[in-house]
């Protein structure tokens, strides 16, 4: 058997990570800003998901602390002197399109637990992951029109796809508050539960995916994705050449084994 990769945790500070076996837990830590973020907290947590990575997580966790899952950008971080004002452009290129890709491409399942209020860049973070659950009481906020800007880190991208584009655009261009139950219905997350049911129905989610066959699950991603851009000719040869390489894995032989045993599989990754 490989040696088991070290898993560290960050127990301080913007971004929380700590592990419950192979299911990595990121904390948004700003509770008083309802998890906005700023420059640091963008850096930390890049630094959390390399620990995720490095430490052979097979399935990760996003939450925030507090009553708020994130509320964006906080304008505080951003510099509004004349001649001086932040690149809006610049910020979302270095931090929040570079988040959005790292966790679309991530080779294992992300679930996100949105504890409460998810708003402008924290509402399309929350649906820059795979499965979506959220508490009751939360809500998702296109808040950009409310300050004249557009939706950003992929929220033109994903918001059409989820819930079509009539919906899409009035969340963008009223800027309302859509709460939990009716986000669910609309096909924009996963499920929604009962408040204190959320922290743990997202771990045993996260649990779930990650006894699963990890490469089956991110060829999914993959394939998934890029089905939303291409014609169906790419898609069936895509899906026939992810099919042979997983054809040949361990996982799928133990799948098929543990089936003709009748008998649970227990897949590796490999």
């Known amino acids: 058997m490989p040696d088991t990769p070290p898993q560290a945790s960050l127990t301080s500070g913007p971004v929380l990570l700590a592990w419950h076996g192979q299911v990595a837990v990121i904390t948004l830590n700003r509770p008083d800003k309802l998890n906005a973020f700023t420059r640091e907290m963008h850096a930390v947590l890049q630094q959390a998901l390399d620990h995720v990575e490095a430490g052979g997580a097979r399935a ?46 991530l080779p294992l399942p992300v679930v996100a637990a949105v504890n409460g209020t998810a708003a402008g860049a924290g509402a399309n973070l929350a649906l820059a992951c795979d499965m979506v659950l959220a508490a009751r009481s939360a809500s998702f906020i296109q808040a950009f029109v409310k300050i004249g800007l557009v939706p950003d880190s992929g929220g033109t991208w994903l918001l059409p796809r989820r819930v079509g584009m009539a919906r899409a655009l009035g969340l963008a261009m009223t800027g309302d508050k859509l709460g939990a139950d009716e986000a669910e219905k609309w096909g924009l997350i996963w499920e929604v539960m009962d408040d204190p049911l959320l922290p743990e129905q997202a771990l045993a989610l996260a649990t779930h995916l990650a006894a699963q066959p990890t490469r089956a699950l991110a060829a999914i991603k993959h394939a998934m994705h890029a089905g939303a851009s291409q014609g169906l000719d790419a898609q069936l040869d895509l899906e026939r050449d992810l099919q042979r390489e997983l054809g040949a894995s361990h996982d799928y ?15 590796t990754g490999r």
């Open 60 to 105: 990760l966790l996003l939450t925030g602390a507090g009553r708020g899952f994130c509320a964006g950008q906080d304008l505080a971080d951003l510099d509004f002197t004349p001649g001086a004002m932040t690149d809006l452009g610049e910020l979302i290129d270095v931090w929040f399109n570079r988040l959005v890709r790292r966790l679309q491409k």
């Open 253 to 267: 032989a133990e799948g098929v084994n543990a089936f003709l045993e009748k008998r649970a599989p227990r897949f």
